[in-house]
C-alpha cells in the first residue's frame, strides 16, 4: 500500500475481503487469551524489547532495535523448552510467526504468510549472544535454513516453557508481553483483511513455492 493516507484511502475501494488466520496466546493463570496478527517472540528479541531505550526510539526509529540487539552481545542466554505441534525442542529465541518479514527489514520466517493456515516456528539454539552473529549474518544472506542452530518448522499450535522457574520474556507483535510459560494456537478465518490485488496475487505465488526453492 501507499505510505501517503490519501493515495492508500482511494484504493480502499479496489481491495477485496479475505478471511485469514490469527494467533491466539494464553499466559498461565489468564482466563483470556490475547490474539496477534503477525508475530510472537520469546526469549533473545523480547529481552531486547524489555530493555529498549524508548528515548533513542523516538530519534532513531527500529535502529533502536539493533542498538539494544549489539547492546546484549556478552550477555550469557537462557535456553527455554518449545512444544511444536507436541514434538519438544530447545531454544533461546523462538520465532512464531504469521508473516516473513521481521522488524520491517529482514525475512526470517520466509515461509510464512497471512494466507496460511499456520505458524512458521524459527528456532535458535545457544545460551551466548555473541552466538547469533552468524545467525544474523545466515538471514541477511537468505541462507538461514543452512544455518547449524537454527530449525523450520509449521506448526498450529505452540507452547513455550521455561527451565528451572526462569523468567523469559515474551513479545507480540513488537510489544512487551509478559513471561512464559504461553501456549499459542491458530485461529482460522479469525478476521476480515482488505487485501489489495497485488498482495494476493504475489502471496498466491508464494504459498505455491517452497519457500527455500
Known amino acids: 500500500m ?10 480502499i475501494s479496489a481491495f477485496q475481503p479475505c478471511r485469514i488466520s490469527a494467533g491466539a496466546i494464553g499466559f498461565a493463570g489468564a482466563a483470556a487469551t ?16 524489555a530493555h529498549l531505550n524508548l528515548d533513542l526510539k ?14 546484549q552481545i556478552l550477555r550469557p542466554l537462557r535456553e527455554f523448552e518449545v512444544l ?20 520491517g527489514d529482514l525475512e526470517i520466517a520466509r515461509g510464512a ?3 496460511k493456515e499456520d505458524f512458521e516456528v524459527v528456532l535458535f539454539r545457544g545460551t551466548m549472544s555473541v552466538q547469533y552473529l552468524p545467525y544474523l549474518a545466515a538471514v541477511a544472506l537468505k541462507r538461514a535454513e543452512r544455518a547449524k542452530g537454527i530449525t523450520f518448522l509449521r506448526a498450529r499450535s505452540v507452547s513455550c516453557t521455561p527451565f528451572s522457574g526462569e523468567q523469559i520474556a515474551i513479545q507480540v507483535d513488537g510489544e512487551l508481553a ?3 510459560p504461553v501456549t499459542m494456537e491458530v485461529l482460522p478465518e479469525a478476521i476480515t483483511l482488505m487485501v489489495p490485488q497485488n498482495y494476493w496475487t504475489r502471496e498466491q505465488s508464494r504459498i505455491a513455492v517452497p519457500a527455500f526453492a
Not at 523516538?58 to 547492546?71: E, L, T
Open 34 to 49: 490475547r490474539c496477534f496478527l503477525c508475530m510472537a517472540g520469546a526469549g533473545l528479541d523480547a529481552e531486547i524489547v
Open 84 to 103: 511444536v505441534d507436541g514434538v519438544p525442542y530447545q531454544a533461546s529465541f523462538a520465532l512464531i510467526s504469521r508473516v516473513r518479514n521481521y522488524g
Open 113 to 115: 504468510s497471512l494466507l
Open 58 to 71: 523516538a530519534a532513531i526509529g527500529k535502529f533502536a532495535y539493533y542498538v539494544g540487539g549489539f547492546s
Open 178 to 180: 509478559g513471561k512464559l
Open 2 to 11: 501507499p505510505i501517503h493516507l490519501q493515495e492508500a484511502a482511494e484504493q
